[in-house]
């Protein structure tokens, strides 16, 4: 009598699918979240399973040399529990020729592609078969899984939302960009596994690394290595040098699918160009792939500390402009950096939680470009002694800025600002198209005692650590600053500091909206808090800027000589042609206008700037009719030549996870001044829900005009 055979196996891929929050990811391949069961029927030829008579034994394996010392090897028996495996298989349900079973990763099994087999052991003999092949990740609906996130919202804002926004400008102009995550779209997941196959880690020690693939703090920094390409074939070259004529424009990104796409096509060549959103977004769509909740964040004014003291220094000409740092300590515009959701049993309790990760390459951490996980309530605290690169993630918050004078030579210190660095820190909020201001979770109160405490007390444990003599820091809070950023909070008088203090204020303020093509228009108020008169003298100067803080020629000064009365306020009007800042202009937009003003026959002085970002008007897209799976739907995008001459060589681009296959790219060719433009394009969603598109005009002229529009895509009957 022949023993039981197995005919053929039902793997329910959909039902498994849906009850695991994948099915966007597919229907047809099973892909299963450990900690979680999922079920499976075999189907068999000749009888039906004999409990007592018949020991079916599963095996599971994982990489390239499953063993199960290191847990990527699992053999488990439907008739024991409680065995050696933390694999279970229960059985659900047999019927006369088949048997549905219940198997469950235990939540700390590495992610990744897994083979699955089944041994039949009966008194005839044994047999195996090959049942086909799984992927499992991640697990935030899991108690028990490190990445467990208990808010089922934030599960959906930070693990199945494919689309979001990630925060550019400056800390007066927060502006969103629109961008299509993807996580779920074709053949993403592929990639992200081979992205952890193409690792360094992997490529020297491939069972290590599978086995280690269970630890979302390793995963992490693996992947965090994987996206730039500075040790590694990783995804994306970095380039800040304005030359893009090889690649892409940083700036004309508005999704991950076709940077990860293009990297997997090319046989795993980096794709070129990222700069830090593209870093921090393409990251952001592997994790939440992988199901580790992942959310971008926006540093504004975020530091960039070479030499590891905390304290960034910033030189100045005595016409007000920056100078290239000579130490490469710059204050970004902004920086974009992601936090993932992740317990840490490596750190003492309470620093679990959200952990920054930064795949930007700045520094090295361990010998790779990779920054993370960084937990941020360790930040918060000052525990700057912690794993992994705190302090780096401290300076790029809460470093000093010290601003010095060059002149004749010499090095004058003009004032250390405690302020400057590490401004509203942004990310998008949970199920909204709003911004959420984080800052809080990453320091204390500008200003307050706490704020100092820690900062000191940060310093202190990197003097420890230091090996080659103290840091050069500050021992004592510093005086109080006689800088003024322009802000929101209008005159910040300042505190005298000492009895011959200047005692006056500058601040800029601009007249008319700073749009592109237009003039720019602005003053610098003066204000004399002294009961004297003030003759000043006060050099402007307006250079352009790239958005990590390096500076460029300057192209605009003027001298201003102000008489000021005892509490006297008077404004100066300045006027910055289009014509003489648009041969100047980076791409990243950024001018930085600068003040520095003086009294006769003193010598203290006094410096403000302000950093304009120049604006476009927005691409508008518009939804003809309503939007339903698998119906023609008509998309209507318009849009201008913000400009008052020609540009050439435009190019629209279209996309939007569910809505397009793929990024749809329109050439346009010239466009008039100022001349508008409207262009239909028609798709067939594909997924329902709430769904949003993306879109990006760029030319000879500007590279990120850009525009968005949320839509529901209805089921349909």
Known sequence: ???????????????????HHTQDISVDHLIVRRGQAFKITLYFRNQGFQQGLDDIIFVAETGPLPDLARGTRAVFSLASHGGPSPWVASLESAGATHLEVSLCAPPVAPVGR????????????????????FVLLFNPWCPEDAVYLDSEPQRQEYVVSDYGFIYQGNKSWIHPCPWNFGQFEERILDICLELLDKSLNFQVDPAMDTALRGSPVYLSRVVCAMINSNDDNGVLNGNWTENYGDGVNPAEWTGSVAILKQWHASGCQPVRYGQCWVFAAVMCTVMRCLGIPTRVVTNFDSGHDTD??????????????????????????????????????????????????????????NGLY??????????????????????????????????WLVLGGKEEKLHQDTATVGNSISTK??????????TESYKYSEGSPQERQVYFKAVEKLKAR??????????????????????????????????????VALKFTLVD??????????????????PQLKDLKVNLSAQSLLHDGSPLCPFWQDTAFISLSPKEEKSYRCKIPYCQYSRYLSEDKLIRISALGEEKSRPEKILVNKIISLTYPAIIINVQGAAVVRQPLSIQVIFSNPLLEPVEDCVL???????????????????KPQHRVSVTLKTVPFKSGQRQIQANLSSNKFKDIKGYRNVYVGFGL
């Open 1 to 19: 009598m022949a023993g039981l055979e197995v005919a053929f196996i039902d793997l329910q891929s959909y039902w498994n699918n849906v009850r």
């Open 114 to 133: 897994y083979r699955l087999k089944v041994r039949i052991d009966a008194f005839q003999g044994s047999v195996a078969y090959q049942l086909g092949e």
């Open 308 to 365: 590891g003291n905390l304290v960034i220094d910033e030189y100045y000409d005595s016409t007000g402009r920056i100078l290239e740092n000579k130490k490469k300590d710059t204050v970004w515009n902004f920086h974009v950096w992601n936090e993932c959701w992740m317990a840490r049993q490596d750190l003492p309790p309470g620093y679990g939680g959200w952990q920054v990760l930064d795949a930007t390459p700045q520094e090295t951490s």
């Open 370 to 403: 990779c920054c993370g996980p960084a937990s941020v309530r360790a930040i918060k605290d000052g525990e700057v002694d912690l794993n992994y690169d705190t302090p780096f993630v401290f300076s790029m918050v809460n470093a000093d800025c010290m601003s």
């Open 429 to 438: 909020s949970v199920l909204s198209d709003e911004r959420d201001d984080i």
């Open 466 to 503: 230091r090996t080659q003599g103290p840091l050069q820091a500050n021992p004592q809070p510093p005086r109080p600053t006689s800088r003024f950023q322009d802000g929101p909070r209008g005159w910040d008088a300042p505190s005298p500091q000492h009895s011959g203090a200047l005692q």
């Open 513 to 530: 909206p700073p749009n592109m093509g237009q003039d720019i228009n602005f003053v610098l108020l003066a204000l004399n808090m002294s």
């Open 653 to 671: 681009t279209v996309e939007g996870s569910g809505l397009f296959k793929k990024q749809q790219r329109i050439l346009i060719g010239v466009l």
